[in-house]
């Protein structure tokens, strides 16, 4: 079945880059995703990429994808302690007419001074 | 800013209770989908529906029941809770079926 796999820490200084990775299975996905969670806090969409796309930029943010490999990564330039949260990356596709979204475990991103 | 509620935030509650959350989005969407997230998980779909009077189960087994009299609201019930059901719900909607789901900020639900 769909599964999406991601590490489960990150730890990295402010002022460098992060970068979480993550895999999937589903080769019919439509979009790809990241979401952010802060603590207590519902999800929150930070940036999507359509299949057919190789990579988007969205001010501190890229996303890669490889679709070859199944693989989607999420780079953050100058990560500031703000960007602390768990960070899920979910593969969406249209199934029975509704969105399905299947979602990894979570990246837990520690930025330190 | 999502437009997506969800009450109550936090649930504390005795076995066997009969409890309902609630999930209202004020942004028309007729797609509307409950997650369950154990800590340090992923999110599991349990319940979607496409629009009134529509309601279908997840890929995750539950035990709840859902319903969708108004597009607006798409409450969740547990008959009996256990547990078991110790979880963090999360209710999103979307515009169509394949653009960005917006989420609530969740119901961390524990029975005890």
């Known amino acids: 079945g769909e599964d999406v796999e991601q590490s489960l820490f990150l730890s990295v200084r402010e002022g460098d880059s992060s970068v979480i990775n993550c895999t999937y299975t589903?080769?019919?996905?439509?979009?790809l995703y990241w979401y952010k969670q802060e603590p207590g806090a519902g999800l929150q969409l930070l940036t999507y990429?359509?299949?057919?796309?190789d990579m988007k930029q969205d001010q501190r943010l890229t996303v890669l994808l490889n679709k070859k490999d199944k693989h989607l990564s999420l780079r953050i330039a100058d990560t500031q302690t703000g960007d602390s949260a768990i960070y899920f990356c979910?593969?969406?596709?249209?199934?029975?007419?509704?969105?399905?979204?299947?979602f990894g475990a979570g990246t837990r991103l520690a930025v330190h001074p | 800013e999502a437009d997506i509620y969800q009450t109550p935030r936090y649930l504390v509650i005795g076995t066997g209770k009969k409890i309902t959350l609630e999930c209202s989005q004020t942004?028309?969407?007729?797609?509307m989908y409950w997650y369950q997230q154990d800590p340090g998980m992923e999110l599991h779909l349990i319940h979607y529906?496409?629009?009134?009077?529509?309601?279908e189960k997840g890929d995750l087994s539950s035990e709840s029941t859902v319903s969708r009299i108004r597009t607006e609201h798409f409450p969740l019930t547990l008959e009996s809770a256990r547990p078991s059901h110790t979880s963090q719900y999360l209710c999103?909607?979307?515009?169509?079926?394949?653009?960005?789901?917006?989420f609530g900020q969740g119901t961390r639900l524990t029975v005890v």
């Open positions: 999103a909607s979307s515009e169509y079926s394949d653009t960005e789901a917006f």
């Open positions: 589903d080769s019919s996905s439509t979009y």
């Open positions: 990429i359509f299949s057919n796309m």
């Open positions: 979910a593969e969406g596709s249209v199934s029975g007419g509704y969105n399905k979204l299947i």
């Open positions: 942004m028309g969407h007729d797609k």
């Open positions: 529906s496409y629009g009134v009077n529509s309601t």
